[in-house]
């Protein structure tokens, strides 16, 4: 008798395969613990945006009672031709001024040396307008639009308001709150006032007018500024609904914000957009970053929901967070281990209880002697490779323009309670270089052993990263076909490929 196979059978039996050939034809390989990268096939100029508005493809959808809010790089809103080679190697210099204002921010906390904004003084920059990696999302504030930097290292949600004394160039027409029927300022003797001083390490300041409303003042490392007063407005998020959200209504800011409109704060604090919508999404928010800068590749923000809600390709691991009442509006996590294509680091630095996370800093920072160990351990299994010379925060570099393709040692970070994430292979090497002369490891050393280690967003891209503050978890879990979109595309996309795919075999890294 011959038995005939239903065809959902043959579709059942060939799924794997088809994942398998997809994930070929995307670019990365898996090899003995290690990922490869095809140098060839990497898009290095940055083209111009050919919107005169950086919020008029962006989206947002509501599905199981979350919303979701598309999210681009930052180059997507600066509708200009940047030099890349220039462009990657200013925003390391950038980035090293960030950690370095994350560091003295951290110590006034623990110190207790919180500064007066009258006694502050405004970092000065040299002036050169260069763009940071850094993502941007589009809320509505007032009935309008406004694209956003998401920045889970600060608390504090603000925009540029009109009038505005000094304010740098964006994209779309600047807020003004006189022409809003919803805004209110806040005064100055308000508790939402005094909760500044916890939010932003400034304290608010009265104004001169009657009566005084509340100013505030926040600072970044590279010399960012926004100083305004506080506001109340109607906040629109997707389809969800804020009234009286309180934010920045900045009118003298100034910095390397890249054509958005402000900034939105997920940090922990009572300012925060996250404690502000509580009561709505529960405390719960997750993000993933998509792994390329072109306008095509859009990564998404998700306020609320469940985990039924996202598409991964591995289970969500969790990880407490760890409480520390000094810096209490940070999210810090317990860094228990790294792998190295496979092979276990051992270094003093782990399990110390204060690594935190941020979506703001670019590229993660390690203790001395957690990065000594793993730069030992990179060099063994990424060995035959020309050495290149250094460049600012990055100290272990390569010239690998004379290959095609290179096996990458895959890297794995570990935390308590058994969570893990595995870092994508576009987050393990930085291009400083286009022709890939100057390949680096794309993480770095912190100065001393007692400083804060920092996990970066370069190094989170492709990864759903999950933070549910009610219960004080976060979770990481690996996105499916390496994209970050969550709309279902595999079948489609892989129908489209699969007449011209033509894997390549697992073997040494190619000329």
Request: charged share 15%; hydrophobic share 35%.
């Amino acid at each position: 008798m011959v038995t005939k196979v239903k065809p959902l059978t043959i579709l059942s039996l060939l799924l794997p395969l088809m994942v398998s050939l997809f994930l070929l034809a995307k670019g990365a390989h898996c090899f003995e613990g290690k990922k490869k990268l095809h140098l060839h096939k990497l898009q290095w100029q940055q083209k111009s945006g050919s919107s005169s508005s950086c919020v008029s493809h962006q989206k947002s959808r509501i599905e199981m009672g979350a919303i979701t809010l598309e999210l681009k790089h930052k180059n997507y809103c600066s509708g200009k031709i940047v030099d890349w080679n220039e462009q990657q190697q200013n925003r390391l210099i950038l980035d090293n001024l960030h950690v370095q204002y994350l560091q003295s921010r951290i110590k006034n906390m623990i110190s207790g040396n919180i500064k007066d904004v009258s006694n502050t003084e405004i970092p000065l920059t040299s002036g050169i307008r260069l763009q940071t990696l850094n993502y941007i999302a589009t809320i509505e504030l007032g009935g309008r639009n406004m694209t956003v930097i998401v920045d889970t290292g600060s608390d504090l949600t603000w925009v540029q308001c009109q009038p505005c004394k000094s304010c740098y160039n964006q994209q779309d027409p600047v807020f003004d709150p006189s022409i809003s029927p919803s805004y209110k300022k806040v005064l100055c003797n308000s508790s939402t006032c005094h909760a500044l001083e916890f939010a932003t390490g400034n304290s608010g300041v009265c104004s001169s007018s009657s009566p005084p409303d509340c100013n505030y003042f926040v600072s970044y490392g590279d010399g960012s500024y926004t100083r305004g007063e506080l506001g109340r407005e109607h906040l629109g998020l997707g389809k969800a609904s804020v009234n009286d959200f309180i934010f920045g209504c900045g009118r003298n800011n100034k910095g390397l914000f890249g054509g958005v409109s402000g900034l939105m704060g997920l940090g922990r604090s009572d300012l925060s957009l996250v404690s502000q919508t509580s009561e709505i999404f529960g405390g719960l928010f997750s993000y993933c970053l998509p792994s390329t800068q072109d306008a095509g590749a859009s990564g998404s923000l998700i306020l609320g929901g469940n985990s039924s809600v996202f598409k991964n390709s591995t289970p969500i691991t969790y990880t407490n967070m760890i409480p520390n009442p000094q810096l209490a509006t940070f999210y810090i996590l317990n860094l228990t281990g790294i792998s190295i294509g496979g092979k276990q680091l051992q270094a003093s630095g782990f399990a110390k209880g204060g690594i935190l996370i941020d979506s703001g800093t670019v590229i993660t920072r390690l203790p001395p002697s957690i990065y000594s160990a793993l730069k030992a351990e990179f060099l063994k299994q990424f060995s035959g490779f020309p050495s290149a010379p250094g460049f600012s925060i990055l100290d272990t570099c390569f010239n690998l323009s004379a290959y095609q393709e290179v096996n990458i040692p895959l890297v794995k970070m570990e935390f308590e309670g058994n969570a893990e994430m595995t870092v994508d292979v576009t987050g393990i090497v930085y291009f400083v270089k286009s022709d890939a002369s100057q390949v680096c490891l794309a993480l770095a050393s912190l100065s001393y052993e007692d400083e804060t280690g920092i996990i970066g967003n370069y190094q989170q891209k492709n990864q759903r990263v999950i933070y549910d503050t009610k219960n004080s978890q976060l979770g990481f879990a690996e996105k499916i076909a390496v994209q970050c979109d969550d709309q279902t595309m595999l079948q489609h996309e892989f129908f489209m490929l699969q007449s011209k795919l033509k894997p390549s075999g697992f073997g040494k890294s190619t000329r």
